[in-house]
């Protein structure tokens, strides 16, 4: 296929960059679009009891949720004086006609003229008061859509005249957290091109070649929100896809056009000046360096796909983002650049920086820096699999006692409004609080009574309140004390599970914690699924690639290993509390889980890129040298210490300008971005370090000719339709093989 496409690119290059050029105008035309289609919500599993509940609930009643918590503060009044209570319900009543199914003041049920309001709502001071909102809405996106036209009212209406206003519960959370990170992905936008187009400069040495990834990852972020703003047709998708479209968009499309740009620089830079020049070296740079592109983006691809077997659109949201920039990038890395660098030939060199003049870097040795570590490596091959295998499992550690949890307030900056919102919550109306709503089929009267008397023997709650009964459903509201994703309150949720209902029924039972549980519970049933589409696909992929059964198994232990560690560091500093003062976040003593799930598909694909960039290279020696080495060892060592040489300082600089991307994830101000942000970045350093030039080399060495292992009816499989690296289209009169540095 890519000899085929090769051959059509070489005779059609104008035809194919104009073609690029009009795709990317008009997918950037349509794709700024999808702003407006995308949903906020997502995060539940329809299936589970949480989400049966508030379905069931919302069929009978409406959403009784408790969506928002408004803090309604006067200076001046008590809630004993009526003119409070007539200005609090003055605020209410001017929320936007169907933004709200429920909304609870501490008077509501109480009898005209009564001034007794509800204790648990009313500040220990008597000068505050929370009123509880349920948002409309039949799905999560559509409740989204209430809060927008809510949120004005809350704080800027004529009733909240004379009052401070202050909005928490989940969904001002939600809000709050779109909005962050929202602002975090602009400006570390804003901080990584600069400093992507400065490094690629010192990396290729010229300017123009030090535009090109810069111009690929533009073109595939454009390209991919075109896709997903497509998708939004078809399906909902979460704005979260937003973030991988950004992360992989521009670090993968920057990796592939450093492999394919380095490859025709090398290739180029070893022929004659002659006009057929930079049409052989990207004949053969298609064919080596875009097998490798095709290949890897096909893994990170089918990584990212894994994904969709879970139930949360979340999730599944950050699948479609990530398959189509990762898809994308490939595209574009495989047609507008290969057309661009065709078009320039030697002219990719112009504007080089005067004191990289002339220079040279090896590139077709096995005695350069990196063959040097290479070969120290594999001389001491056992010594050094287990130091590293070692520390790599210490720093893994960790992450055995991980505890889990979800999105709450603390996710999000001290000084942001929802979290100063609860923290005064929390101070002004006592020890902070948890519920869950228990709904019943049943309104029978004694039933409901022996039920609740059972329900406040489970530990730790402290109060049960019927919420609302009709059409033989009752709805009703259990509190703890503790946050709602301490590990008492999963606990707890768990325990009122184990009660059973009137006359042994189901109780369905939902609410922040409940959701908690079920998402956990959600996660680990699908998890396994995710675990073996992403093994299998790497497993036949990397066979089809170098036609081996040992090095797929040891591509895929590698990554285990790296991803390990990674989940190691997120688990000492984000969820045991390390760091806090250098990072300038506050631990919730627990990691999100959804988020190691989406770190995971992207690391598999990461770590794949530079495995199989590498293993490209090695492979390739390999079979050069089958006729000019008799002692395989000998000639494994040569194909290792060549690879690693040829791809060192490539290599290096993809993991250098990836590492400005995603550290600028590190610096945003939500605390499971910043988690994200580090735990890529220590994944990426350790891959392209430790991994990359000691681990490889050393596992190799030690396999030997076993590298290149398959049984007989695999290797003839491999033989017919494996897919290989080749050399140049037409075999041509070579000059030094050198790369301008």
Do not use: C
Not at 90 to 98: C, D, K, S, W
Not at 289 to 305: E, H, I, W, Y
Not at 365 to 371: K, L, N, P, V
């Amino acid at each position: 296929m890519i000899r085929h496409w090769s051959t059509i690119l070489l005779r059609r290059a104008r035809f194919v960059l104009v073609t690029g050029i009009i795709a990317t105008i008009a997918a950037a035309a349509y794709g700024v679009g999808v702003f407006d289609h995308l949903g906020q919500g997502g995060f539940d599993d329809p299936s589970t009891d949480a989400a049966r509940e508030l379905a069931r609930e919302r069929a009978v009643f409406g959403n009784e949720n408790v969506d928002l918590v408004v803090l309604y503060r006067s200076p001046t009044l008590t809630v004993t004086q009526p003119a409070f209570r007539r200005q609090l319900e003055r605020a209410v009543t001017g929320f936007p006609a169907g933004t709200t199914t429920s909304v609870v003041t501490p008077w509501t049920g109480a009898a005209s003229g009564t001034t007794a309001p509800d204790r648990q709502l009313v500040s220990t001071d008597r000068h505050a008061v929370q009123v509880l909102v349920s948002l409309a809405g039949d799905s999560q996106a559509d409740q989204a859509d209430q809060l927008d036209r809510l949120w004005p009212a809350l704080t800027s209406g004529d009733g909240a005249t004379g009052f401070e206003v202050d909005v928490a519960g989940p969904w001002a959370v939600y809000k709050g957290v779109n909005e962050t990170v929202s602002d975090d992905l602009a400006r570390a936008e804003l901080l990584s091109l600069p400093i992507v187009l400065l490094l690629s400069l010192l990396i290729f040495g010229s300017l123009v070649a030090a535009l090109m990834p810069v111009i690929v990852g533009a073109v595939s972020v454009l390209g991919a929100l075109a896709v997903v703003r497509l998708l939004t047709t078809f399906t909902e998708v979460s704005v979260f896809s937003i973030n991988v479209i950004t992360l992989l968009g521009m670090g993968l499309a920057i990796d592939y056009a450093l492999f394919v740009i380095s490859r025709f620089r090398e290739e180029l830079a070893g022929l004659p000046d002659t006009p057929d020049a930079p049409h052989h070296a990207m004949g053969t740079t298609l064919q080596t360096a875009g097998r490798t592109v095709l290949f890897s983006g096909l893994t990170v691809a089918a990584a990212m796909s894994a994904l969709l077997v879970f139930p949360q659109n979340f999730l599944r949201s950050l699948g479609y983002g990530g398959i189509a920039a990762v898809l994308v990038g490939v595209v574009t890395a495989l047609t507008v650049l290969p057309a661009l660098l065709l078009l320039l030939g030697r002219r990719i060199d112009a504007g080089r920086l005067p004191w990289r003049r002339g220079r040279a870097v090896a590139v077709d040795s096995d005695h350069g820096a990196w063959a040097r570590v290479a070969h120290g490596v594999m001389a001491h091959p056992v010594v050094t699999m287990v130091v590293i295998v070692g520390a790599l499992l210490l720093v893994a550690s960790p992450f055995v006692g991980v505890r889990w949890g979800s999105v709450d307030y603390r996710v999000l900056p001290p000084d942001h409004a929802a979290h100063v919102a609860s923290e005064k919550i929390n101070e002004q109306f006592g020890a902070e609080k948890s519920s869950a709503n228990l709904l019943l089929e049943t309104q029978d009267a004694k039933a409901v009574a022996d039920y609740v008397a059972e329900i406040e023997q489970v530990a730790g709650v402290e109060a049960v309140a019927p919420v609302a009964a009709a059409d033989g459903v009752t709805v009703l509201r259990a509190s703890w004390a503790g946050n709602s994703q301490s590990p008492g309150s999963l606990d707890t949720v768990r325990e009122l599970r184990a009660v059973p209902g009137p006359d042994g029924g189901k109780v369905l039972v939902g609410g922040l914690s409940a959701d908690t549980v079920d998402l956990l519970t959600s996660l680990r049933s699908h998890l396994p699924w995710m675990a073996l589409i992403i093994v299998g696909v790497m497993l036949v992929l990397l066979f089809l690639a170098f036609g081996s059964v040992v090095l797929p198994v040891k591509a895929v232990l590698m990554n285990l290993l790296s991803i390990s560690a990674s989940f190691g560091v997120i688990t000492w500093i984000f969820a045991d509390g390390h760091l806090e003062g250098l990072l300038d976040y506050r631990s919730t003593g627990f990691l999100d889980a959804t988020q190691p799930i989406f770190m995971l598909a992207i690391l598999v694909g990461l770590s794949m890129d530079y495995e199989v960039f590498l293993l490209s290279r090695v492979r390739e020696q390999w079979d050069r040298s089958r006729h000019a080495v008799a002692d395989p060892a000998q000639r494994n060592a040569r194909a290792v210490a060549v690879g690693v040489q040829k791809t060192g300082r490539i290599i290096t600089s993809a993991a250098l300008l990836l590492a400005v991307v995603i550290g600028a994830f590190a610096l945003s101000s939500v605390v499971f971005m910043k988690m994200i942000g580090v735990g890529m970045l220590v994944a990426l350093l350790v891959d392209a370090t430790i991994v990359r030039a000691l681990l490889v080399p050393a596992t190799m060495k030690l396999l030997g000719r076993w590298n290149w292992y398959a049984p007989a009816p695999l290797r003839r499989f491999w033989e017919r339709y494996g897919v290989r690296e080749t050399g140049p289209v037409e075999e041509v009169p070579r000059r030094a093989t050198s790369v301008p540095a």
